[in-house]
């Protein structure tokens, strides 16, 4: 006989006579949730998923722009922000003590208890509308990946100077239907082997986009130009696209790092002990200490290997075509990873909804009731006809969005920029002020402030970089012309 159960925010809500042996406190945490069972490990899986996009790959352009010099010493630089600005965010999970204190289960509750007022709306506002950009964003990347795969058997069988044009819009309908399918999983709880999955997909095309880049350097069959300060004025680019293309180079760099949107939800699977902020911490070192090492890597290898020509993605793109079943398996494992990521930033927008719609409507029983059903080799699946409804609408209008701007890539680096200083610096630095209570004007408060308003410069910097290339993209953009991104 089916069950009802209230679903609240990234979990189900057990009752106590759902618990026909044994304790029921047992099953239950501090807050009464179901018992949180996720690790360091789990964790570090959920960052690495959403920090490694596929945009590991086009960090040798990234790096071709800003030269030997600056890049690295930029991607090590964000590194280190990211890194700190997390661990303050993790000791703001409880409130008002970071260990005992009361759980927050969104980033929008963790402002709302130390910082109140309007700010919580600001940081709606900017998580959720990064949530939708990076959501539609994937749709389009994941069907470029898949394309590539048919372009790269279409270049082995015919020649390389053959076009090989194909539509993405049947790939990102593909995309859609497997995001339909795995929406319905009902919480961040449940999505621990997925983002594990997508974690080793990241791992293995970002190993083969690196072996591919070093086995071309070390070739050494065409010459390569690369400088310290990267692509040079007068022979690459003009005066002016030097600018443009360094500042969205920085943007991309500070972006590439950013998981802030999705760590308090991350933080809300760990178990209680050891304490939450301590396995965070840990976790946010794991991974972003990998995601360095990778992007570094890439980066790195991938200009000495293209130099100033460095496409934009070196896979899809097609800095290389032989072996083309190496190339066919990596964009494989990209798509596979962006079916992963797509739900790491989905599933803090579907619950912040549901939870919303739960709270204005709570006798709404098509809102509220969970139906149990016997589902083979799984066990016991609770359908929410809402969650059902509302979330395969969602994945439909994402793929839709992603149809009709396929240079929506260009509005994300935008969002980003929007996105990166409130969410990555400004929240996590104002919380840990008013939770440690530094006084005003002293060192401490002086050099976090500093650390602020240099990141929100960054920001504006790569705002204005994102506009003028959405501006060259409007400008060159044609309506139903087939486009397979470089």
């Not at 289960?105 to 998580?127: E, F, H, I, P, S």
Request: aromatic share 14%.
């Amino acid at each position: 006989m089916a069950r009802e159960m209230q679903k609240n925010t990234m979990f189900i809500e057990q009752n106590t006579g759902d618990y026909e042996n044994g304790d029921p406190q047992k099953n239950l945490d501090d807050d009464g949730r179901e018992k949180r069972t996720g690790t360091w490990v789990t964790a570090s899986a959920h960052i690495i998923t959403a920090v490694i996009g596929s945009g590991v790959l086009s960090l040798a352009w990234a790096i071709a722009q800003l030269g030997w010099v600056v890049g690295p010493a930029v991607l090590i630089a964000f590194s280190f922000i990211t890194y700190f600005t997390s661990t303050l965010l993790a000791d703001c999970y409880r409130a008002p003590d970071p260990v005992h204190g009361k759980r927050n289960y969104t980033y929008m509750d963790v402002v709302r208890a130390y910082l109140g007022g309007r700010k919580v709306q600001l940081c709606g506002l900017a998580q959720y509308a990064n949530l939708l950009g990076v959501t539609i964003g994937y749709t389009i990347t994941a069907s470029i990946s898949m394309v590539a795969v048919k372009r790269s058997n279409c270049f082995h069988k015919h020649g390389h100077h053959v076009k090989c044009q194909t539509s993405n819009n049947p790939f990102m309908i593909i995309f859609a239907c497997i995001q339909i399918v795995l929406s319905q999983i009902p919480n961040f709880h449940k999505l621990s082997w997925l983002s594990i999955l997508a974690a080793v997909m990241s791992f293995t095309y970002a190993s083969i986009g690196l072996g591919l880049s070093i086995a071309k350097a070390a070739s050494g069959g065409e010459h390569v130009r690369t400088s310290l300060t990267g692509v040079q004025v007068g022979v690459d680019v003009s005066g002016s696209e030097k600018v443009w293309r360094t500042f969205q180079a920085i943007g991309d760099i500070a972006f590439a790092y950013a998981y802030s949107t999705v760590l308090i939800e991350i933080q809300d699977t760990i178990k209680a002990t050891p304490p939450e902020n301590k396995s965070m911490k840990r976790a946010s070192g794991v991974g972003v200490t990998t995601t360095t090492l990778f992007y570094v890597l890439c980066g790195i290898v991938g200009y000495a290997a293209f130099g100033n020509d460095a496409p934009g993605n070196f896979l899809t793109g097609f800095g290389f075509y032989e072996p083309f079943w190496l190339i066919d398996f990596a964009n494989v494992c990209i798509a596979v990873h962006l079916i992963g990521a797509y739900q790491v930033f989905a599933q803090p927008l579907f619950g912040f909804v549901e939870s919303l719609c739960a709270r204005h409507y709570p006798d709404n029983k098509f809102i509220t009731r969970e139906h149990a059903m016997d589902v083979p080799f799984c066990g016991v699946y609770y359908l929410n006809f809402f969650r059902l409804v509302w979330r395969t609408a969602y994945v439909i209008v994402t793929a839709v969005l992603a149809m009709i701007f396929p240079f929506f890539n260009d509005f994300l680096g935008l969002i980003g920029a929007g996105s990166f200083w409130p969410l990555t610096v400004y929240f996590p630095i104002e919380m840990h002020i008013a939770q440690a209570k530094i006084p005003k004007y002293s060192f401490r408060w002086v050099c976090l402030k500093i650390l602020s308003w240099v990141c929100l410069i960054i920001s504006l910097i790569a705002a204005a970089g994102s506009v003028e290339g959405l501006i060259q993209s409007l400008k060159t953009y044609k309506p139903f012309q087939t486009r397979n991104e470089e």
